[in-house]
């Protein structure tokens, strides 16, 4: 009789452990989610967003650091890039390797609102 409590008890202990052990792991899984996988899915979602809106015209930064203006954009991944004053130097690129993107003409669009003060 007093065996039978005993492996009761210890089943009942272990059973314990098991869930709490279950709990911090699940904790654990849903932070990693929300601090790791959810923001690189919303940049993910930005950078697609930069990349379908590129035109030819827009200014670029590249990832290296180096501006330059889009001529061309040749399929989904690759366009002709133009840099610096010297208009022989056209270079085919990645969009992966685009950063940020300057709009053509929204320089402009600033002044004249400035000059409208």
């Excluded at 039978?4 to 314990?16: D, F, L, N, P, R």
């Excluded at 709490?20 to 959810?38: G, T």
């Excluded at 989904?76 to 390797?97: L, Q, S, W, Y």
Aim: hydrophobic share 45%; with cysteine.
């Amino acid at each position: 009789m007093f065996l039978a409590e005993a492996t009761g008890a210890a089943s009942g202990s272990a059973g314990g452990s098991i869930l709490s052990i279950v709990m911090i792991i699940v904790f654990w899984i849903v932070l990693f989610y929300f601090m790791i996988v959810r923001p690189q899915k919303k940049q993910q979602k930005q950078r697609d967003e930069l990349h379908s809106a590129m035109e030819p015209g827009d200014n670029i930064m590249t990832t290296g650091g180096f501006y330059g203006t889009i001529l061309d954009i040749v399929d989904d991944t690759t366009v002709i890039v133009e840099f610096g004053n010297n208009k022989n130097c056209r270079i085919p690129m990645h969009k992966n390797a685009i950063a940020e993107v300057e709009k053509a003409g929204s320089a402009v669009v600033k002044e004249e609102e400035e000059e409208s003060k």
